[in-house]
């Protein structure tokens, strides 16, 4: 045996798995790789008093240990995929999915991917097919033509291969093609308070969508948008009937449009996509799920010549508690994420790591601050307006923390936390603008409701996130000599029922798995 002298931090590893119960793994648990930038705190703080009896000595008897606290979070550079599946951690809820399903085959012959679930696929989906060992098979926004339910979902506008596909293969719905064919089968009304879409092409209740869900109208390819461009792009949905989808956000104020060749009277040759995704918002009563995750971190072997002898340390009982998405300037968007358990453990190196799978990294870019962003919005909330006026045009730096208030839960005869108590769902967040105009100064003096929202697109795909309501404070120029003034403001962010009851919630997540490269402008 050759014990090491030291190990260094790359030698060093971390993983999580969803518990089944707080602090109980599941039966066969995944361990799903993340790539921290730095740990914060990481780990079990022991707690001791020491013994002070008077005595002439002047001198402490030695302490005993009173409790341990299991703790600790880390930062992360944010990809397209990498912080979706603990995201429904910290919302204390799951994702609102469409069509999702775990493909069993794939055939040649007839276009086929065989499916056990249908629900969600429909004629005219677009779907996305990935995780297929052969390339032919992971097809992108291809239109379903025909289902089968619960049996087969059928793409003849691609050339599949015939193939089992692995366990991990799946297919997504990420939207929906319309192709008019008259002036009353897809068209833009913006006669009343706020701008809707109508259609007789499709039910909008059965796709899935939710009240405050964003998504995006429109294709690269010609003849795929609507003729009047403001009516393209990303939107915010505040309403939803079998006919007709109410707008209260978008890029531009939308116009009139028949959904034709020419916007009004013009040929009906369009064939006009809608893109959405899966989207996480957090929930109320019985629709609030709290996780648990176990951590392992590997801290390298003590044996240069046992190699694979993997020490280790592991995190239970992790309740998600803290978790901020920092975007500065010309930078990566870093997320810190922090947790509250109730226990912990160590494993020496001969001794093996837990049981269980350990799947591989998915690789995918950092979004960055310079050039992911195709939409950053400060708004007042005004009744019968989609597009209000910025608050700023420029941002230096943004901070959004959702905060679930947890509070370890101690007892006489245990050390550590039974148990975890999740407070308030709370949502807070700093700005830094340029400053332009008086107009955000006196929307904090005049208590106004503000909305925030912004929007990131990396390689045909991206995210969304959305504060239906914010209270601003602070916002006091910063005047400084040969700079431009900034304009520093706070923000607090409550549930959007003030105006709706249907968007209930106080910040929302829309995940795309595929955006058209028009999104990316």
Known sequence: MTAVTKIDSNSTGLRYSEEASLGVLAGSPVWTPLEPNSYDSFGAEIQTVARRPINDSRQLKKGVV????????????????NMQDMLQGFFFADFRRKGEETPTDATATTDLFDVADTTGFFVDSLINARGFVDAANNVTAEPVTAVVSNTTVAVTGATLVTETPPADAELVVVGHQFSPNDATAFFITVSGSLPTLTTDLVDFTTLGLVEGEWIYIGGDVADSSFFNSENNGFKRIRDITATVL???????????????DSGSAGNFDLTIPMYFGRVLKNEAASLITRRSYNFER????PDDASSSDIQAEYMEGMVPGEFSINLPTADKVMCNLSFMGTDSSTIDGPTSLASGT????????????????TRIHLATVTDGDEAPAALFAFAQEIEITINNNLTPNKAVGT????????????VSGSITAYFADVAAVESVQANSTITLDFALVKANAGIVMDLPVITLGDGRPNVELDAPITLPLTMAAATGAIYDEDMDYTAMMIFFDYLPDAAAV
């Open 298 to 301: 590997s801290l390298g072997a």
């Open 246 to 260: 109410t707008f209260d956000k978008s890029d531009s104020a939308m116009v009139a449009d028949d959904g034709s």
């Open 358 to 373: 350990r799947p591989s990294i998915e690789e995918a870019d950092a979004f960055n601050t310079s050039s992911d962003f």
């Open 66 to 81: 009173t409790d341990k606290d299991a703790s600790g979070g880390f930062e992360t550079d944010l990809t397209q995929t």
């Open 415 to 426: 050390l550590g936390s039974f148990e975890v108590t999740a407070g308030s769902f709370e």
